[in-house]
């Protein structure tokens, strides 16, 4: 029986993922417009920030030409490799004892950010991949420091095929950092890596014009719809669409608790709605008793707002104010009017932490649109 | 390349997750004593609380004898049905038109909880199954209203194979809605359901006493190794350990900023380690500049802070003061010193949020303990 023949007096369970690759295309597409004459690449790891990077690497690959895919780990671009024949894959996280054996079989390409990879990578080279050297310009995350840079030999300097970079603060235009990390970023560049291309920008670093964006930028969550440049209105579509049947709809009763540890109590009688989604399904727990959520009744949006503490597999909301709500309709979690920025910024976190847990998520009954 | 077979000069670049499957078998033994007589059963809901259900009801069902498992949804049924033949698998949420066939197909048992899934049960009814009916007793969750009860006939009343409901406030021994919820339970079933077998309880409600107990206790977090009655120390053994490789260490310069939004700035010159783990690998985000991560070295456990924010593959700490730590060596970030309830706390949520993300997450190099 599929949930796409409703009857009247069906109910449902499972809660559903829709993944839009045709705007995801469209997005990569905006992007690779703006960032023209740099080429463009996509940023598919943590399996597309969980929405699948092998339906998303293939989509990108076939429908908009794209040629180079990053990767945060070497399993991760094995699992694309084969979907991407002609493609280069950049593994982020590196080489080590734990992937090495991947790397040689896929071909992968590691981006080298410590002298001690760097040795390692020596030791146990493949024939045919030059890797990418990541220097450190301000993030203080991974990256090779400046005086380590000074130590490497004539021949390890040319043993690259690019240099990166990453911003820490790209999503806010006019941060100090911006400017620091591009004066820095161009003098090592000058110093030493002349002759190599090079990539500073992820997606926010796109939005901060054309001195940023070098040979290459790395387009990721732009792409999956999220503004990552949050000082304007997002120029990008909506991607990601969740949904959960309502299971169940109830009186509460005047100073009746709800859910666990009773964290809210009914200060007039209210009618509640218990939802088939929860932690479990990686909806964030910090909605608990802030979160909303919006059931589309005959064309018209109401907002319900969640009550007690979430639960693993359920949600409780009050909908004491919405009227033909029934049990077996489904309730919009995510969707064009409430989107991963929307419920993010709710469950105080970032939309990159939301769609990670969302879309990795083994829960959903998932639907992907393409063409 | 094994990670087993180490090198001095080797790096590795993915986290590792490791299940003590005996210390969840020998949790489970010391809850059976403490509920006896009442009979056990295992929650290997939402993957088992994300730490692989197909392993763990496989551990149990032949190691410790349970023939009595709970899955939230029909297709978490469906992954284990083959490995515990002759178990009776129920399924909280109920069942609907997206589950229907599976019910049929593995014989899985539906717990109905309201008068709409009920119709449609019966409209859809599998031979030889009797269901579960879920009344409500004060979570004002999923389950019958008594006024729902009311108007249920004598023959839906037989048709039903055990009475369910769920406390929400076990995990405090002395608060007022534990009674108020077993007076409730008592009085449903000694007025319609006097006859069925009853459970009330999960492994909080364990710890309250054998007043609570009834026929079946539904054994879940205790068994993970989360601490149920937080009133007291954890009676059960940890089952989870996470590690993740050092990636690069390095000096940070007085007045250097760390992390995106460069939300940490050095008061005074420190030495940071870079770790191969972020949210995309399920650890919450909200231990940015918060969290503690633990490194062993050559016996004596060092203690880092997590400092800046968090990003989706790396987590940067604080290892200033920490003597002999090299790139290659791997940082606990859970283990039995730093169990899950610790990190939750810490993240400001709870354990079940954090083994549910964490479990569930396919970014580790995963490995159980079993014999």
Chains 1, 2 share one sequence.
């Not at 463009?40 to 908009?64: F, H, I, R």
């Not at 969640?306 to 919009?332: H, Q």
Request: with cysteine.
């Amino acid at each position: 029986m599929s949930i796409f023949k409703k009857n009247a007096a069906d109910v449902f369970t499972q809660p559903t993922l829709e993944v839009n690759l045709n705007r995801l295309i469209d997005n990569y597409k905006q992007l690779c417009e703006i960032i023209a004459p740099a080429k463009p690449s996509a940023v598919v790891k943590d399996d597309s920030y969980g929405l699948g990077a092998t339906m998303v690497a293939q989509a990108l690959y076939e429908n908009a030409n794209c040629r180079d895919f990053w990767v945060a780990h070497a399993w991760e671009g094995q699992r694309i490799a084969a979907l991407v024949p002609e493609a280069n894959i950049r593994v982020l996280q590196g080489i080590g004892a734990d992937s090495v054996d991947i790397f040689a079989k896929y071909k992968l390409i590691p981006v080298i950010s410590s002298p001690e990879m760097l040795a390692f990578w020596k030791a146990h080279k493949i024939d045919g991949i030059k890797p990418v050297i990541h220097v450190e310009t301000g993030l203080n995350r991974l990256g090779f420091r400046e005086h380590e840079i000074k130590e490497l030999s004539k021949a390890d300097l040319k043993s690259f095929s690019m240099v990166m970079s990453h911003l820490s603060c790209a999503d806010e235009k006019d941060h100090f950092m911006n400017q620091h990390q591009l004066d820095n970023f161009k003098q090592i560049r000058s110093r030493y890596f002349a002759d190599l291309p090079a990539t500073l920008s992820a997606s926010d670093g796109a939005f901060l014009g054309q001195e940023y964006v070098f040979d290459m930028v790395r387009l990721g969550a732009a792409m999956y719809g999220i503004n990552t440049a949050p000082y304007r209105p997002n120029q990008m579509q909506n991607v990601v669409t969740v949904r959960a049947p309502v299971l169940q709809i109830a009186d509460l009763p005047k100073g009746d608790f709800v859910g666990y540890s009773a964290t809210y109590r009914a200060a007039t009688k209210r009618k509640i709605a218990i939802v088939s989604i929860g932690y479990g399904d990686g909806l964030p727990r910090s909605l608990s008793n802030t979160g909303r959520i919006y059931f589309n009744i005959q064309g018209k949006v109401n907002e319900a707002r969640i009550i007690g503490r979430m639960s693993m597999d359920n949600v409780i909301c009050d909908v004491t104010d919405i009227e033909g709500l029934k049990v077996g309709m489904f309730a919009d979690i995510i969707n064009d009017i409430y989107t991963l920025d929307d419920i993010a910024r709710d469950a105080g976190t970032i939309s990159y932490e939301v769609v990670s847990r969302i879309g990795k998520n083994p829960r959903y009954n998932k639907k992907y649109i393409l063409g």
